[in-house]
C-alpha cells in the first residue's frame, strides 16, 4: 500500500483521481467499491487484561482491553452489571491525532461501540450480578488505536466483541451475604450477541466499504452501521459531516448487511465460539 | 578508506567509521578526532570521503531543487506550500516575468524549483519553473530514495517511462506524480515505485522493477498494491 | 502485611530461575507502524511496548517552536489495562515524571540543531506493564529515532538494577521491584560511555553503586547489539526473483 500526501486535507487531483476510479468499479488500492481490507484478528493479547484482542482491517491496527472489577450497580439498574467503553486514538497513530485527553472522535468512537455491544445486548449483564443492588461487576472495555488508515469503528467493535468473548474473570461466590474471591477459579463473560459495525463511505452517488485514509478525506460523507444479528440493527452513527441523500439508505443497508455477516464469520472464525454454542 | 567499515556495509547510528577527520561524509559526525554514523544506512565511499545514505530520512531542501508541493494556505502575496515533514515553502504569487500569474487555490498540487532556502522559509519559484499538476495519481516514498528512483543519469525514471508510457513529476522531497494513458498503467508506474522504494539498496533492481511492471500489465486485473 | 517474602529459592536463583544478572527474554523489531515516520516493538519479559516516531515536522503551536533546533516532544504512556489494578486513563504524575526523563535522555543524543523551527515527536506506548518499562521504553524510542532516520550521535538502550535481600539483580520483575530494597533503572550510549537516564529508588552503598553500574552496563550492551540487529535485519536481502 503507498501513502500519499500524508497530511489531513484532500488534493484536488486525489478526489477526481478517486471518483474517476470509482465510474470503473476500482479503488485506490484496486478493491471494488463493496470489499472491505484484509481483516486479522488475535485474541489474548495481553495476558494482564481480562481478556485481549488486537485486529488490524488493512494499516489500520487496534487493539481492545477488558478489565472486570467489583461495584456497585447504576441506581436506575439494580440487577444489572455495569459496563463502559474507553477508547483512546493514540498519537501513534496518525499525523492528525494529538496527545491529550479524548477529542470527540475518540469519545464518538466509544459511545459508538458502547451502543453496538449495549443495545444489541450482547453481554447478558443479569448474570454478573453478585448481591443484587449491592455488588455486580464492573466491565472496563479500553480500546486504543495504535495505527490508523481510515476506519476505526468496525475493528473497534470487533476488538472489543472478541475481547470479552474470550475473557476469564475472576469467580465470586456469596456466602452469608459476604463476597468473596474463589481463587484459581475464572469465569466466561455471558455473551448472547456477537455485534459488528460496517463503515460505509459515500463518494458522490457511489457507496464505498472501508474506506482507506486516503479516501475518508475525499468523501462526501460516511455512515456506520451496527448490527447485533444478521437481521437486527443495534446502531447507527452518521459520523462526518455531509449530505446523505435519503434515497441512498435502502442500498447503503442492505450492502452493509452482507459486509456484516463477512465481519461476523470471521469473528467467529477466529474466536471459535458462538452464541448458539451456548444455548 | 577506513580500518573499520567496508563499502555497502550496514551501519547504524554511533558506529565507528574511520581516525581521519578530513574523511567525513553526508551523515556522519566528528566527536573526539573520530568520525561515525549519524543514522542507519549503507556506507559509501566518494570523492575521498566517507558517506552513510540513510535507508529513511526526512527532506532537506537544497537551492534548485525541484519539488512536488500542496497548496495550503493563500496569505496576501503568497502562497504556502507544504512539501511534507517540516518544511514549508513560500512563493510569490505574482511573478515580473510570467505575463499572467497563475491562479491557485488550496489544496492544488504544483511543481517548482527551489530558488533559496532561507531562514524564514524556502522559497520557491513562482514564475518560469511553476507547473500546476491538473490530474495523475499522487505517490510519495521516503526522499532519500529519490536519487534511486531518478537513477544513473536518468536511468531508472527513463525505464519507468518505456515500460508504463507515463509522464512523471519528481519532486525531491519524495512526492512523484504519475500521468498516464490510463489508470492501469499509472497503477503498474505506482507499483513500481513502492518496489524501488523498498529494493534500493538490493542489486539488479532495473531487470526486476521491468519484470513487475510487465507482470502487472499483462496481468488481467489490477494487482492489489 | 508484615510477610517475608523470600524472593530466591534455595539454590540462589531467583522466583523465575534466573541468575542474578541475567536479563529477561528481549524481543525487539523495527518499522511495525505504518503511518508513524519511524516505529519499533520491544518486549522485555512480559512488558510490552510500542514506540513510534513523527518528524521532523511543523512545530504546534507554532509560538513554541525554536529558531536554531527542533523540540522533542516525548509521551510515556500506559494503557489502561496494561496493570493488574486498572490504571485510569490519563496521564498519571508517574507518567509525567517518566516523560520528562525520557525525552531529556533521548534530548541529549539527537542533533536537534539539523532542523531549526520544527519537532520531533516520539510517543511510548505502554501495553502491558511488568517492570522495567521506562528503560525498555527509551531502548524502542531510540530504536524508532532510528528507523525515521533522525540523525543521533549513538542509539541508547536501558535496564534496571535491583537490590533484593541484599544482593544486586539485574532487570527486577514486578514482585522483586516491589519487595526489594532499591531500583535503579539506567539507559546509556554505550558506543559515547554515556549516562542518559539515571535515577534511584531505595537505598544504596557507593559500592553497591559501583557494582550496580557495572551489571547495568553488561545488560545494555546486550540489549545495544539486539537493537543494532533489528535495525540491520531491514536490510536482509532476498532470494532471486521468478523469472517469467
Redesign the interface.
Known sequence: ???????P??????H??LY??IL?E?RL???SPYESRQITLQTN??????G?AQVSIG?T?I?A???A?VGSPYPDTPNQANMTV?A?L??????SF??G??DERAIELARVVDRCIRESKAIDLEKLVYIPGQKVAVL?I?I?V????GNYFDPSVLAAVAALATAKIKKFEVTNGILKLVEGEYINIPMRRLPVSVTLGLFMDKIIVDPT?IEESALDTSLIVGWSTEDEIAAIQKNTPGRLPFNILEEAINISREVSIRYRKKLIENIGWSPELMS | MSDYVSEWEVVTPGQLLCDEPKKAGSHTYIYGGKVYSAVTGVVNFRNAKINVIPAKGPYRPQEDDDIIGIVIDIKPNMYEVDLGWHVIGLMKSRSKRRKTSLKLQVGDVVYTTVKYCGIRGVFLDGGESLKKIEKGLLVMINPVKIPRLIGKKGSMLNLLKRETNCQFYVGRNGLIAIIGPDSKNEFAAASAIKLIEEESHLKGLSDRVSAHIRKILLSGDEEDV | MCEVVNLFTEDGKRLDGRGLDEMRKVRMEVGVLDKCDGSAYVELGRTKIFAAVYGPREAHPRHLAQPHRAILNCRYHMATFSVADRKPAGMTRREIELTKVIKEGLETLIFLDEFPRSAIDVFIEIMQADAGTRTAGITAASLALADAGIPMMDLCAGIAVGKVMGKLILDPSEEEDKYGEADMPIAMAPRLNTIVLLQLNGRLTIAEFKEALNLARKGIETLYELQRKALKSKFASIEEPEVE
Do not use: Q
Not at chain 1, 486535507?9 to 486525489?14: G, M
Not at chain 1, 493479547?45 to 481480562?50: L, R, S, T
Not at chain 1, 495504535?146 to 488508515?149: A, F, H, I, K, T
Open positions: 500500500m503507498y501513502r500519499i500526501g500524508g497530511k486535507y484532500p488534493t484536488k487531483i486525489l477526481d483521481k474517476e476510479l470503473h476500482k488500492d484496486g478493491r493479547v495481553i495476558e494482564k487484561a481480562d485481549s494499516g491496527k487493539i482491553g477488558i478489565k472489577e474507553n483512546e493514540l498519537p501513534l497513530a496518525s499525523r494529538e496527545p485527553p479524548p472496563y479500553d486504543y495504535l495505527d490508523y488508515d485514509a
